[in-house]
């Protein structure tokens, strides 16, 4: 054995010498080309990105907002010089207050009831009871921008956007703030109103309000959300042995306003007729009033246009009127009898039973 180092490699069955150099090149040089093609495929795979129907997408060029993108295929450069945010601007989310829905569908089937949604429901109203009040709030992106960089931070290394450069769950801050300024605003409402108030009518106007709000307290924020719909769920007494007394109130306070509305509708449809009818009554009397001046008035015009004729000639027209007159009376007669005055006697000329009449002046009557 030699005493240098050289002989102990040979001992082992490795020897420099026999090594086939030319081949251990190749292999190096094909690991390499492996590790090339498999940084450029990375690579172009990071500049290939597709956005959802219901997203939008925001591109970041060395952490400034570049552009915004709609739904579609589209490409940039390669992490991380761009970065691309998917916000779902289409999309409606829904936070639930004061319940957990386990399952939705048709039989929604709720979480039971914990300490946390107890401490979220039970309020205090403005007449000092105690509610609980279960409410939903429904909200949408309407500015990706804002969404990202007004409220939180989603400049934060993730591991989820190393492979190509994109995020779907990009800032949780948002439905965090919605959820603190929404409890606050319908906290406020409640102890604002009576409990009667807060069971009972007021429930729709709180709602109302409380979008109203909310919405407002969000566009100082600048959060880039627009609130659909607050709707209170249920609200109710907190424990069950006053429930049924407030529900019994409620019972008959819809039966009021049913009774009420009932009694509306039918004045409603009342008093319209009655005043159809006595407007066509006026306008009937307006119409015969004007038809009987009318009348007048040419009967009066007719009449003093006579008279004027009259003072020209009384004997003309005194006799035109006369036999105006006795035209218009002769025209209903059905049977007429005309006596020449130079006849002395005329009964003997009258035939009575046969009810013919006497011939006419000028035919040559008989003695």
Same mark, same amino acid.
């Given at each position: 054995?030699?005493?240098?180092?050289?002989?102990?490699?040979?001992? @082992?069955?490795?020897?420099?010498?026999?090594?086939?150099?030319?081949?251990?090149?190749?292999?190096?040089?094909?690991?390499?080309?492996?590790? +090339?093609?498999?940084?450029?495929?990375?690579?172009?795979?990071?500049?290939? /990105?597709?956005?959802?129907?219901?997203?939008?997408?925001?591109?970041?060029? $060395?952490?400034?907002?570049?552009?915004?993108?709609?739904?579609?295929?589209?490409?940039?450069?390669?992490?991380?010089?761009?970065?691309?945010?998917?916000?779902?601007?289409?999309?409606?989310?829904?936070?639930? $207050?004061? $319940?957990?829905?386990?399952?939705?569908?048709?039989?929604?089937?709720?979480?039971?009831?914990?300490?946390?949604?107890? +401490?979220?429901?039970?309020?205090?109203?403005?007449?000092?009871?105690?509610?609980?009040?279960?409410?939903?709030?429904?909200?949408?992106?309407?500015?990706?921008?804002? /969404?990202?960089?007004?409220?939180?931070?989603?400049?934060?290394?993730?591991?989820?956007?190393?492979?190509?450069?994109?995020?779907?769950?990009?800032?949780?801050?948002?439905?965090?703030?919605?959820?603190?300024?929404?409890?606050?605003?319908?906290?406020?409402?409640?102890?604002?109103?009576?409990?009667?108030?807060?069971?009972?009518?007021? @429930?729709?106007?709180?709602?109302?309000?409380?979008?109203?709000?909310?919405?407002?307290?969000?566009?100082? $924020?600048?959060?880039?959300?627009? %609130?659909?719909?607050?709707?209170?769920?249920?609200?109710?007494?907190?424990?069950?042995?006053?429930?049924?007394?407030?529900?019994?109130?409620? @019972?008959?306070?819809?039966?009021?306003?049913?009774?009420?509305?009932?009694?509306?509708?039918?004045?409603?449809?009342?008093?319209?007729?009655?005043?159809? +009818?006595?407007?066509?009554?006026?306008?009937?009397?307006?119409?015969?009033?004007?038809?009987?001046?009318?009348?007048?008035?040419?009967?009066?015009?007719?009449?003093?246009?006579?008279?004027?004729?009259?003072?020209?000639?009384?004997?003309?027209? @005194?006799?035109?009127? /006369?036999?105006?007159?006795?035209?218009?009376?002769?025209?209903?007669?059905?049977?007429?009898?005309?006596?020449?005055?130079?006849?002395?006697?005329?009964?003997?000329?009258?035939?009575?039973?046969?009810?013919?009449? %006497?011939?006419?002046?000028?035919?040559?009557?008989?003695?």
């Amino acid at each position: 054995m030699s005493s240098d180092g050289s002989g102990n490699w040979r001992d @082992r069955g490795f020897d420099p010498e026999n090594i086939r150099w030319d081949e251990l090149t190749k292999w190096v040089w094909l690991v390499w080309i492996g590790l +090339a093609v498999v940084v450029l495929g990375s690579v172009g795979m990071s500049m290939v /990105y597709d956005i959802g129907a219901s997203e939008e997408g925001v591109v970041l060029r $060395f952490g400034k907002t570049l552009q915004t993108v709609p739904p579609g295929l589209h490409w940039k450069l390669p992490w991380p010089i761009d970065t691309v945010y998917k916000v779902p601007v289409q999309r409606i989310q829904t936070l639930e $207050f004061g $319940f957990a829905t386990q399952r939705p569908g048709r039989m929604t089937q709720y979480a039971p009831e914990t300490k946390e949604d107890l +401490a979220v429901s039970e309020m205090l109203t403005g007449d000092l009871n105690l509610g609980n009040v279960e409410w939903i709030v429904q909200y949408r992106v309407n500015d990706p921008v804002q /969404y990202l960089f007004k409220i939180g931070s989603t400049e934060v290394a993730d591991w989820r956007a190393l492979s190509n450069g994109t995020q779907s769950e990009v800032n949780p801050a948002v439905p965090d703030t919605i959820r603190d300024i929404s409890e606050s605003v319908v906290r406020k409402l409640v102890g604002d109103s009576s409990i009667d108030y807060v069971l009972t009518i007021g @429930r729709d106007q709180i709602a109302k309000q409380a979008q109203v709000l909310l919405q407002k307290e969000l566009d100082g $924020f600048e959060a880039g959300v627009d %609130i659909i719909t607050v709707k209170l769920q249920t609200t109710s007494p907190p424990t069950a042995e006053v429930q049924d007394a407030f529900q019994e109130v409620n @019972r008959a306070r819809q039966k009021k306003e049913k009774v009420v509305n009932e009694a509306q509708g039918e004045r409603n449809s009342k008093i319209p007729a009655a005043r159809g +009818a006595k407007e066509k009554a006026i306008a009937e009397a307006e119409g015969y009033r004007n038809r009987v001046e009318l009348v007048a008035t040419g009967q009066i015009n007719a009449f003093l246009a006579q008279l004027e004729e009259y003072n020209k000639a009384p004997e003309v027209t @005194r006799k035109r009127l /006369y036999l105006e007159a006795m035209e218009e009376v002769l025209a209903n007669v059905s049977q007429k009898t005309i006596i020449d005055e130079t006849v002395p006697g005329v009964l003997p000329l009258l035939n009575l039973e046969s009810g013919s009449s %006497i011939p006419s002046v000028g035919q040559g009557v008989a003695p």
